[in-house]
């Protein structure tokens, strides 16, 4: 899953693709270095970022969604919005990516009567979800990370987001469990959650790892800037596969994309 963030202040790539021209110039890119999917992010959701308006979200996903919808390639959304997940999946979007487990109180739609982020997604029976687990909220979340031990919490977290979307009617097999590396953990619970990785396994849902750039990743390098955290990425990248992750959402598509294909032709040979 390729990350293409269309923000000013995201904190690896704040601003660097927020021009139509370029996100698309990233966007080719992304697919032609092997991303099976790109996920788009108009919204930051990096530690202490101010939330989006409604309108200038919209404003910033729409003309792209629909220019790559022509592609024919599979698009993700990285939303908690129920308005802009409405409007990405009425255009044809295939993935809801949600930081905030379709939980998040959206006011405008909720004041209106319009659908529950839960909702719009048991409404659009063949699209995908994401569902994540993040402690408090992106302004708070590393100001007062969680306490004690981070895997059972998780686990039980992301078992009752999965029960009460089936419960909507949302199939099994639509869904995918994301425990939420960096938002709201201290670097030792991040990796925590990458050693005991595969005690999620047992929930029965395919597991969606984002490493790509984390600060903890950083924490153990030296201090490495996001820029910098490469080759840190790759690796923890390809641990999280080990440990039994089914999409990996990276910046760096190409160096990945080759660190999988050394470690699946090693699978090949051991049988």
Not at 50 to 75: A, H, S
Not at 127 to 137: A, D, I, N, S, Y
Request: proline share 7%; charged share 20%; hydrophobic share 45%.
């Amino acid at each position: 899953m390729g990350i293409l963030n269309l923000t000013p202040d995201s904190f690896s790539d704040g601003g660097q693709y927020l021009r139509p021209e370029a996100a698309l110039r990233q966007a080719e890119r992304l697919l032609a270095e092997g991303a099976d999917v790109l996920d788009l992010g108009a919204e930051s959701t990096r530690p202490g970022a101010t939330p989006l308006p409604l309108d200038e979200e919209l404003q910033r996903l729409l003309p792209l969604l629909r220019e790559l919808l022509r592609w024919q390639v599979p698009i993700s959304i990285d939303t908690y919005k129920p308005e802009v997940m409405q409007a990405c999946l009425e255009l044809g979007a295939d993935i809801i990516n949600d930081v905030w487990a379709l939980r998040h109180p959206a006011q405008g739609a909720l004041a209106q009567g319009g659908p529950s982020a839960e909702a719009v997604v048991a409404q659009h029976p063949n699209c995908g979800v994401c569902l994540m687990h993040m402690h408090r909220e992106p302004q708070t979340m590393q100001s007062a990370p969680m306490s004690g031990d981070v895997l059972p919490q998780v686990h039980d977290f992301l078992a009752q987001r999965a029960q009460a979307l089936q419960a909507l009617g949302v199939a099994r097999a639509r869904i995918v469990l994301d425990p939420g590396i960096g938002f709201g953990k201290t670097v030792e619970q991040n990796f925590a959650l990458l050693a005991r990785q595969r005690e999620l396994l047992a929930l029965g849902y395919p597991l969606l790892l984002g490493w790509s750039r984390k600060s903890s990743l950083g924490a153990v390098t030296g201090g490495a800037p996001a820029a910098e955290r490469l080759h840190a990425s790759v690796a923890a990248a390809l641990l999280a596969l080990e440990r039994g992750a089914s999409v990996l959402r990276v910046h760096d598509v190409a160096p990945t994309v080759q660190a999988l294909k050394v470690w699946q032709a090693m699978r090949e040979q051991a049988g």
